[in-house]
């Protein structure tokens, strides 16, 4: 489980081709040095990864045809930069929301709007997707813990403080390009009840 609070940003050092998947050789921030061990989990752009090699700051991840297809991470190259997060030890600190990295879609960046430093961001996203979110709720934008401002039927919109867009991969996006999405867990669980309640699921 993760939280949404990107630790650092990683750059895509090389893209191996393995069969049907590739292997993502990711050169970490100075920070995680040390710090990994094979076999754990961490959020890449909030899709949850295993850790394979580990080669002084160069962390291999292998992702399969499932996971290129469904998220942005087949849509990486090298020298890409990516949000990354480690899972949250169970004596951690808690802070932004229950984050699994399981992306459940991609939307892409609609529109930017500045005011000075501060950001809103607009993103489509499927409509299945946005019945999960509520205003002032939470969402995982590549991996990105973020408050909703407003929700449409088929977008929604974030405001972003200077720290998240100098920190995370979100200062570096541009109208179109694609991110994932992971909706809150409680707003998945609340929708299927009504779901299952409602006549012909309707």
């Given amino acids: ?15 191996r081709r393995e069969d049907a998947g590739v292997r993502l050789e990711i050169e970490v921030p ?3 040095a040390g710090r990994g061990q094979l ?5 890449i752009c909030g899709c949850c990864l295993t850790v394979v090699e580990l080669d002084s700051s160069i962390w291999s991840f292998q992702a399969g045809p499932e996971t290129l297809a469904k998220t942005s991470l087949g849509q990486l190259t090298e020298g890409d930069f990516v949000n990354l997060e480690r899972s949250l030890p ?4 808690f802070g932004g929301h229950f984050v699994l990295g399981h992306v459940d879609g991609v939307g892409q960046v609609e529109r ?9 961001m607009w993103f489509t996203a499927p409509p299945q997707l946005t019945r999960q979110m ?6 995982a934008v590549d991996g990105i813990s973020l408050t909703l401002v407003d929700v449409e039927p088929q977008r929604f919109s974030v405001a972003l403080i200077p720290h998240t867009m100098e920190v995370t991969t979100l ?17 998945k669980y609340m929708d299927k ?8 699921g309707t």
């Fill in 1 to 15: 489980m993760f939280t949404g609070l990107v630790e650092g940003q990683g750059v895509v050092r090389r893209i």
């Fill in 134 to 139: 509520v205003a002032k709720g939470s969402i």
């Fill in 90 to 93: 169970t004596d951690g600190r």
């Fill in 30 to 32: 100075a920070l995680f």
């Fill in 193 to 200: 009840m009504l779901t299952d309640i409602r006549p012909n």
């Fill in 171 to 187: 200062g570096k996006k541009q109208v179109g390009d694609s991110i994932n999405l992971e909706t809150d867990i409680i707003g």
């Fill in 39 to 43: 076999g754990e989990s961490v959020s």
């Fill in 112 to 120: 930017i709007e500045t005011e000075g430093d501060w950001v809103t």
